[in-house]
């Protein structure tokens, strides 16, 4: 290639951009040869968690910091269903842009007593004139046994907050 970028070489471009495949310096695809594998999911539960108030832990390094005690709710979904135990705990970081990162670690009963442990890391960013934006990465861990499935997947969510009522729900996703 002697260096010469033409029109179709860069509407080609823009669309392997478009379609998320990453170009190295106008050389194409940097793996040609492996398939562009776009992620569908498929929805596994929701979670209506109550919650109790706010502590306020102060200020540290990265912003204000604050911790929300989990105190039960239920969760939902095609294949599982079960009641949040109390105890888990929400912890929070209130950066100085604005921007909410929540670590939310809590166990789920499932309804044959099989104990799963969540661990929900939330961005909630503002956006303007519209609803925050509010997405998740969820690692879960089961016992082995009928749930044993969840170790083996990806998780995606959402988080809804319920207000006044002291609760959230939570929708979750598995990434295929």
């Given at each position: 290639m ?45 979670a ?16 204000e910091?604050?911790?929300?005690p ?9 294949r ?12 929070q ?10 670590e ?37 861990t089961?016992p ?8 083996r ?19 979750v996703?598995s990434?295929?």
């Open positions: 002697d260096g010469k970028v033409t029109r179709r070489g860069a509407l080609g471009a823009v669309g392997m951009l478009a379609a998320g495949t990453a170009l190295a310096q106008g050389s194409g695809p940097l793996e040609p040869n492996v398939p562009l594998v776009l992620p569908r999911s498929e929805f596994v539960w929701e209506l968690v109550e919650l109790a108030p706010t502590l306020a832990m102060g200020e540290g390094p990265l912003g910091r604050r911790m929300v989990i105190t039960g709710g239920v969760f939902a979904g095609p599982i269903r079960g009641r949040v135990l109390p105890g888990g705990a929400d912890r970081l209130v950066r100085r842009d604005g921007v909410r990162r929540l939310a670690l809590y166990e789920m009963q499932a309804e044959d007593g099989a104990i799963i442990t969540v661990l929900n890391k939330v961005v909630v960013a503002p956006v303007q004139g519209g609803e925050d934006y509010r997405f998740s990465t969820i690692e879960v089961a082995d046994g009928p749930h044993a499935w969840l170790n997947l990806a998780f995606v969510g959402t988080l809804h907050s319920l207000r006044p009522r002291m609760a959230v729900l939570v929708r996703y990434l295929a």
